[in-house]
T-cell receptor, first 111, second 108 residues
Framework: NAGVTQTPKFRVLKTGQSMTLLCAQDMNHEYMYWYRQDPGMGLRLIHYSVGEGTTAKGEVPDGYNVSRLKKQNFLLGLESAAPSQTSVYFC??????????FGQGTRLTVV | GIQVEQSPPDLILQEGANSTLRCNFSDSVNNLQWFHQNPWGQLINLFYIPSGTKQNGRLSATTVATERYSLLYISSSQTTDSGVYFCAVASGTYKYIFGTGTRLKVLA
């Protein structure tokens, strides 16, 4: 039982490049979330999903897209990376929106 | 949206001391969690506590939902307690909103 697994753990991108972050959970949770954490700040919600095939915007959705084609996976895409997207990205899952469990984070640097 | 305020923002303790961290929120919530972010960046679930009191070893938490605050108590602090403590709340939309955290440093 791995919980919430994020891939990759580290990535460096050049401005304008695209990439996809993968979040996988093996707890059969309905809800999944993507957050970003900037230095000295709390986590801010980018997008979330309340079930397979659904997505919704959070607090800071601009510049990101998401997909939830399978219940266990939640993908976060950056179509054209910008330095302002340098951050640590966390994925979380939750059963029915109750207690949330987080992955280990992905450190992304855009140069 | 809901605003979450945590206090104090920074706290330095000697090993063995006790402390209380506070989380205030601006609207009624269905869910509330406390997390510890360790120096390696991992977010560790401490308590899921939308109301009432819970204890786990040296840590305990109390949420008074009607008065819109939660408290995290750390007793007999250890150097391994260092890190950032976050409070996160969610209302009926199931979106967890985080506070900016309390940065704790425990000195040996």
């Amino acid at each position: 039982n791995a919980g919430v697994t994020q891939t990759p753990k580290f990535r460096v991108l050049k401005t304008g490049q695209s990439m996809t972050l993968l979040c996988a959970q093996d707890m059969n949770h309905e809800y999944m979330y993507w957050y970003r954490q900037d230095p000295g700040m709390g986590l801010r919600l980018i997008h979330y999903s309340v079930g397979e095939g659904t997505t919704a915007k959070g607090e800071v959705p601009d510049g990101y897209n998401v997909s939830r084609l399978k219940k266990q996976n939640f993908l976060l895409g950056l179509e054209s990376a910008a330095p302002s997207q340098t951050s640590v990205y966390f994925c979380a899952s939750s059963p029915q929106g109750i207690e949330a469990f987080f992955g280990q984070g992905t450190r992304l640097t855009v140069v | 949206g809901i605003q979450v305020e945590q206090s104090p923002p920074d706290l330095i303790l000697q090993e063995g001391a006790n402390s209380t961290l506070r989380c205030n929120f601006s609207d009624s919530v269905n869910n509330l969690q406390w997390f510890h972010q360790n120096p390696w960046g991992q977010l560790i679930n401490l308590f899921y506590i939308p109301s009432g009191t819970k204890q786990n070893g040296r840590l305990s938490a109390t949420t008074v939902a009607t008065e819109r605050y939660s408290l995290l108590y750390i007793s007999s602090s250890q150097t391994t307690d260092s890190g950032v403590y976050f409070c996160a709340v969610a209302s009926g939309t199931y979106k967890y909103i985080f506070g900016t955290g309390t940065r704790l440093k425990v000195l040996a």
